[in-house]
């Protein structure tokens, strides 16, 4: 006789551990900021929460207050490199989380999945780090008569980052 167990559609916990590890590299252009920091500990807690629970509004409104939580931290001075790594480490965490969501919703908890997240996470961690790359060269090199050049470039790349994920 096979003993039949129920299904468990919470991510598997491989699937939720990239999320937790960009979520703290995320924190770091917090650190300047009190209140970025403590913005960006709680984004970081609902996401991983979210994504251990499979819950996506948890994954969502943590990475939305994660990243409210870098621009406080930028909004200290701290140098524009930092801050584009808490834009990655953002990204990267909230694709992760929604992964893992995915994950536990297509083949539960039990589920061996540990090449999807690796390839899905590397994936996602190129990409946003390519355009990070891009929008800093573009940041350092580019003219210093236009203050809008910064803005222009940060919300393109940003764009730019949002279309790829969603294809």
């Known amino acids: 006789m096979v003993g039949v167990t129920e299904f468990d559609a919470r991510p598997p916990t491989v699937a ?18 009190g209140i970025g920091l403590a913005l960006g500990a709680a984004g970081a807690g609902l996401l991983v929460f979210g994504a251990q629970q499979g819950t996506r509004r948890f994954v969502s409104l943590g990475a939305a207050t994660l990243a409210v939580g870098v621009v406080f931290g930028a909004a200290t ?77 940060l919300l393109l790349g940003g764009t730019l980052l949002a279309y790829v994920l969603r294809t």
């Open 16 to 33: 939720v551990a990239p999320a937790a590890v960009a979520a703290v590299v995320a924190l770091v252009p917090a650190l300047g900021s």
């Open 77 to 153: 001075g701290l140098d524009p490199a930092y801050t584009l790594v808490g834009g990655v480490g953002t990204v990267v965490a909230y694709d992760a989380g929604e992964h893992a969501v995915s994950l536990g919703v297509d083949v539960g908890r039990d589920a061996r999945v540990g090449q999807s997240v690796l390839v899905h996470v590397f994936s996602t961690a190129a990409l946003s780090a390519l355009v990070a790359a891009v929008t800093l060269v573009v940041y350092t090199f580019g003219p210093r008569s236009l203050p809008v050049t910064a803005l222009v470039t």
